[in-house]
Structures are given as C-alpha cells and as structure tokens.
C-alpha cells in the first residue's frame, strides 16, 4: 500500500532560490519550496519542501515536510513528513505519519503519537519559558526562618535515618 502523503516534490507557489540565505524566524501559509539557506526557525501553515539544494539549520514546523536536502533541527509536521533518497537529517520527527525512503539519511528520534510539538524556538514557547521562570520561587537563606526551616528538615531527616 502506497503512502499517500508519498508525492514528487510538491508545486510551491513560492520558491527561495540556492542563492538566498535567510536568518531568522520564517512564517508562511502559502506552499514553499526552499532551495539556499534558512538559519533560525521555520513555522509554515502548508506544504514545506527542502529541496536538494536547500540546507536548514532551524526547527521547522508544517503541515506537510518533504525533505530532499540538509536539515540540522527538530521537525513537526501536523499530517506528514517524508525524507526523500539523498536527503540528511539530524533532530527529531514529531508527526502522525513518517516517511524515511531508502538512500536518506536519518539521526533522531521519531515521535508518531500525533501530539503536535511547538517550534522550539517561537515567540510562545519562549514566553511560556519565562512564564514558568518567575513562577519558581528563590529561598532566601539569609533570613532566619528561611534556615529555621531548612534545620527542622535536617532535623527531620536524621531522625527518619537513625
């Protein structure tokens, strides 16, 4: 039985040529064909595909990935993702369905459990980072009933070992 999410290379209605070499964060929802260079992140709505000659250094988030090129990062793809003969991968595959064909090359782990993962390094994932930062609370141990709690633990401690 043949995959149906296993397709030639996709009609991107928008293409970054070999020579284009972008850093920073990259959104889309329009079908994408990327063949130079994209350094950061990658966060599309659509089809993705890495073409043999695009080389990625980004976690990378889509609907559909196809990869036929280098991609250094963690991938996400809410229905599929397919690595094409000759392609080079290294990070994690987070999607319900997941393609490596023979002659790719692969280094991660694969995730099929359907739980989409958030681009690493987004806005909100970023926000929620610092959100559960100043959540934890600092213990002060120069106030006295700062270390009058810590000396009943130890108390509390030696007593439960003896």
């Known amino acids: 039985m ?25 959104t889309a929802n329009e079908d ?5 260079q994209v350094e950061g992140s990658i966060n599309h709505t659509s ?23 280098k991609v250094n990062g963690d991938l996400s793809g809410s229905k599929a993702i397919v690595v094409k003969e ?5 990070g994690n595959i987070f999607s319900p369905t997941v393609t490596l064909h023979e002659g790719s090359a692969f280094n991660g782990s694969i995730d099929m459990t ?7 390094n987004s ?4 926000a929620e980072t610092n959100n559960n930062r100043s959540k934890s609370k600092a213990v002060d141990t120069d106030r006295p009933d700062a270390s009058d709690n810590k000396s009943k633990r130890d108390k509390k401690r030696s007593a439960s070992a003896a």
Not at 32 to 36: A, K
Not at 64 to 69: Q, S
Not at 114 to 120: D, F, L, N, S, T
């Open 2 to 26: 043949s995959n149906p999410y296993d397709k030639p290379t996709m009609p991107a209605s928008s293409v970054l040529g070999p020579t284009l070499k972008f850093k920073g964060e990259l």
């Open 47 to 69: 089809n993705l595909t890495i073409g043999k000659e695009g080389r990625i250094k980004a976690n990378v988030k889509a609907e559909y990935i196809c990869i036929e090129g």
């Open 32 to 36: 994408l064909l990327i063949q130079g």
């Open 123 to 126: 806005p909100e994932n970023i």
């Open 86 to 90: 000759g392609a080079d991968v290294k």
């Open 114 to 120: 359907g739980k989409e993962r958030p681009v690493a």
